[in-house]
């Protein structure tokens, strides 16, 4: 659902119910979670799947190796907790609120690169993180993102399903003919779609435990959040095996809150500002653009990454 921009007074604007607000404050503290485990989880399996040859790329045979590896088992560990952190997000808030606190993630892992291999991210690196975070206020205060008052519909669902399959595969394909940075970053943006859309999966199997908890087990929405799910981490570990986490990590941490606005807004009727507020909304964005490809690319961390771990 839309809501409507400054000045269009004919149109009536959704109040939000008694304790919203407090919902909203406990999705974004759970997003923030969920974010900082993301990053450690990043971390640790680009670690792990840089070791891997390269011609195991987008093969089983990626995952067998990585799967004997402790580094990368640990760093699966930790994107299970991100997972719970996230669905405790969905459960309580909106798509279009958890998915862009989750761009977090970007300054969270370029801290732990700095702290772990003893690097000064220095002035820029700091001011890109603080880029990042205006540019995340001025979206969500702007948009001012609620949740939605309806579940997809079946032919809302097959639609998203074959609009997501369809530009993952252009995604995946457009990968392998390309080299360079281009093959992780396309990559990383079919991975922060896949993720996004498996947030949808999870938000309505929270919806489903909440109304009705023995009704999940013959739900077909937990299924596909597993599904989902698989595939995501199948793309990810091919953005972070395919070329430096300097490339992958933008792309995969700008396609994910885009992606997620989009779904929240047309298949749960989340609400956003319309109107005037767009051109705040994408001063939000554009700053967190900004201060992603800032951060990501800071010479310290590029320095550090080439030197010592490949990262």
């Known amino acids: 659902m839309i809501r409507p921009g400054i000045g269009n007074a004919n149109q009536k604007v959704r109040v939000q119910p008694d304790g919203r607000g407090e919902e909203s404050l ?7 979670f969920a974010a900082l485990c993301n990053a450690v989880s990043s971390v640790l399996q680009r670690r792990a799947a840089k070791s891997v040859p390269e011609q195991k790329a987008l093969r089983p045979a990626l995952m067998l190796a990585l799967m004997r590896d402790r580094t990368w088992l640990g760093g699966i560990a930790t994107m299970i907790a991100a997972f719970a952190f996230q669905a ?38 700091w001011l890109a993180v603080g880029t990042m975070t205006l540019g995340l206020a001025v979206l969500l205060l702007s948009a001012a993102p609620t949740p939605g008052d309806r579940l997809p519909s079946a032919m809302e669902w097959a ?23 281009a093959r992780p970053v396309a990559f990383g943006v079919a991975a922060g779609v896949c993720f996004a859309f498996t ?39 091919n953005a972070l095996q395919s070329g430096p986490l300097v490339a992958a990590q933008p792309a995969l941490t700008i396609s994910d809150p885009v992606a997620g606005i989009i779904y929240g807004t047309t298949m749960f009727g989340e609400d956003i500002r319309t109107g005037g507020w767009i051109l705040l909304e994408a001063v939000g964005l554009l700053l967190i653009i900004r201060g992603s490809f800032q951060l990501a690319q800071s010479p310290p961390v590029r320095a550090a990454a080439a030197a010592r771990t490949g990262l």
Request: proline content about 4%.
């Open 88 to 125: 405790g997000a969905l459960g309580t808030g909106a798509l279009a609120i958890v998915q862009p606190v989750l761009v977090t993630e970007l300054p969270f892992t370029m801290v732990i690169l700095s702290r772990a291999y003893g690097v000064s991210l220095g002035r820029r690196s």
């Open 199 to 237: 947030a949808t999966f999870i938000k309505q199997s929270m919806s489903i435990l909440t109304e009705d908890p023995a009704a999940l087990a013959t739900s077909w929405q937990p299924y596909a959040m597993v599904a989902a799910g698989l595939l995501s981490v199948f793309l990810l570990e």
């Open 159 to 181: 639609l998203a399903t074959i609009g997501t399959g369809g530009a993952i595969a252009l995604l995946v394909f457009v990968g392998r003919l390309v080299g360079g940075l």
């Open 26 to 32: 406990v999705s974004v503290i759970l997003a923030l």
